[in-house]
């Protein structure tokens, strides 16, 4: 018997039906026969990447999990993530309960793990770094403006000498510099004409050389940062050419190294050479700083989930195993940056936005047409959340500063003064107190707290911030608990994304341009819930409609008939 847990982040099921009505999803489509969609799955709270995974691999809630977010409040942690006070939610140091992979591990089963959340670093044998291991992350993307007219930020483009060459126009040079703060190498950037105008960027330097076409990804780029080799590719185009003078863009992908996992040398060696280098997940950071247009983002971002389906049809095709375990982040990064727009009031972005998010259904049924001749194999496909449009953003920490209750480092200005403050907020959902607050001062500030927030109105809509407030010790009826859990629980509504990002901003901004839609607000809304489809001999074996994420753990040990502790979850299986 085997098993495929294929986790495409962020999937809406609503969504994913009405693609498959429209013809956009024929894999799919040719598979109904021998599906089961439980129609009322249940995901965590918060609704996020890190808490949903940790559900499905422990079948615990996120009190007994340790996973309350993708950002934790841990201040003695020896593992920071982003602050001196939080970890990584989608770290497996990050889990208190067993995942799943050991208990299959024990009962002697063989797995194949590659880029799922809370993976890495490896707890079993046979896993593949990927999304959200930056271990082999190496330098961010960048944007260079290449120009011949002086220009402020431009790297001068200087005309080379003709060298016996039928064109008019003289190939043009610029250096440029990838990596600085790494000491990066030099690369020289050389525009060549064609038929009177230029049209082709050939790049060159460290021994490597690319020729590039407009608007077109090149070939991997090998390069040397700091000892380390990683590989990045690079994308130009033409901004203005005129009689005189030309301009150009050029921009390279996130350098990552080798992929990371802790497969034997040879298998490692064959996944690299058959799957290619790992993108990472697509430039979203790029794109949110403004360095990639949403057309340079969608590229690499679709490439990016390529790379997952190669991943899995090399699974299928060379690996030996009783269950495989695969992640895709595409939906979620898709779903972020365009699931709002596509009600925008402005046609040619609104058009663009549902040819986006149709392109990336598209893609998810590509990916299941890989198990689609599969007809003795269990697959789960699941989803962590689904996603609502939103439109205003709450800076929390700078609403807590309002009211003289945080205090900020002088010497990390980004970081809160954990000692100083009496209130801070740790995304996604969590108001901490200070705890060395004498108590009656703790139980007055938490409750004058809730009675201030749940009141909180939206200065430009009118609009109630928040749908609930929930005390730390009421938090139970969501799952949550304990140490990582706040002292306040906040539970906003579907149109406000909450920051926990410090700055000298106002509380209340419109959302950022990149995050139009979210997964924040309560998990009974209807667009937040979660995919969780069943495909496989044993269709006709379910009955029920309602799930819940955490009872994928113990449906696949009861398939594999391997007991298990208590759990929170409960097998989908009669």
């Known amino acids: ?158 005309p080379i000498p003709f060298q016996e060459v039928e064109e008019t126009l ?164 898709l779903q972020h940056a365009f699931l709002g727009k596509t009600s925008s009031e402005n046609e040619s972005e609104k058009a663009f936005a549902m040819q986006a998010i149709r392109e990336g259904y598209r893609k998810v049924d590509e990916l299941l047409n890989e198990v689609k001749p599969l007809k003795d194999v269990h697959v789960f496909a699941v989803s962590d959340h689904g996603m609502c449009p939103l439109k205003r953003q709450l800076r929390v920490n700078n609403l807590l500063r309002e009211f003289k209750l945080l205090y900020r480092r002088a010497d990390k200005p980004h970081e809160i003064d954990i000692d100083k403050s009496k209130a801070f907020f740790i995304e996604p959902c969590h108001i901490f107190l200070n705890k060395h607050m004498p108590r009656s001062e703790f139980e007055d500030l938490k409750f004058w707290l809730k009675s201030v927030l749940l009141q909180l109105k939206d200065p430009v809509t009118g609009e109630r911030v928040f749908e609930d407030i929930m005390l730390k010790e009421d938090s139970h009826k969501l799952g949550l608990g304990g140490d990582r859990t706040g002292d306040l629980v906040l539970i906003p509504s579907p149109n406000h994304h909450l920051s926990g990002m410090l700055t000298e901003d106002t509380p209340f901004s419109e959302s950022p341009f990149f995050l139009t839609a979210s997964h924040e607000t309560s998990p009974l809304h209807e667009e937040l819930k979660p995919l969780l489809l069943y495909l496989g001999p044993l269709h006709a074996s379910f009955s029920q409609t309602r799930a819940k994420l955490l009872d994928l753990y113990p449906t696949i040990l009861s398939l594999f008939k391997i007991r298990h502790g208590e759990v929170d979850g409960k097998s989908l299986l009669a």
């Open 170 to 333: 003289p190939p043009l040079e610029a250096t440029f510099q990838i990596a600085y703060r790494l000491n990066g190498p030099f690369f020289k950037a050389i525009l060549l004409p064609e038929n009177g105008s230029y049209a082709k960027l050939m790049i060159v330097g460290d021994g490597e050389q690319l020729v590039l076409a407009p608007k077109t990804w090149s070939d991997w780029l090998k390069v040397d940062l700091n000892g380390s080799t990683g590989y990045l590719k690079f994308r130009f185009e033409i901004i203005s050419q005129g009689h005189k003078d030309v301009t150009i863009k050029l921009v390279h992908s996130e350098i990552y190294s080798s992929i990371v996992s802790n497969l034997d040398s040879k298998l490692s060696s064959a996944f690299e050479k058959a799957v290619g280098h790992f993108l990472g997940v697509g430039g979203a950071y790029g794109f949110s700083k403004g360095r990639l247009s949403q057309e340079e983002f969608l590229e690499l971002l679709f490439e990016s989930h390529d790379w997952v389906k190669r991943a899995l049809r090399f699974a299928i095709k060379e690996v030996t195993w009783d269950i495989l375990w695969i992640y895709t982040p595409l939906l979620d990064f």
């Open 1 to 158: 018997m085997k098993v495929i847990v294929l986790s495409i982040d962020a999937a809406r099921p609503d969504i994913l039906e009405s693609q498959v009505k429209l013809g956009n999803m024929p894999s799919l489509e040719g598979m109904l026969d021998r599906c089961f969609m439980f129609k009322q799955c249940e995901t965590t709270y918060p609704p996020a990447t890190a808490t949903a995974h940790a559900a499905m691999i422990t079948g615990c809630n996120p009190r007994t999990s340790g996973i309350t977010g993708n950002l934790i409040y841990d201040p003695g942690t020896s593992c920071c993530y982003l602050y001196s006070y939080t970890r990584s939610g989608l770290d497996s140091r990050s889990l208190l309960a067993t995942p799943v992979w050991k208990t299959l591990s024990e009962g002697g089963l063989k797995q194949l793990i590659i880029a799922f959340p809370l993976s890495w670093p490896p707890v079993v044998e046979n896993t593949i770094g990927g999304f959200y291991n930056y271990e082999s992350y190496l330098y961010e993307d960048e944007l260079y403006i290449l120009s011949t007219a002086p220009s402020r930020g431009a790297i001068p483009l200087k």
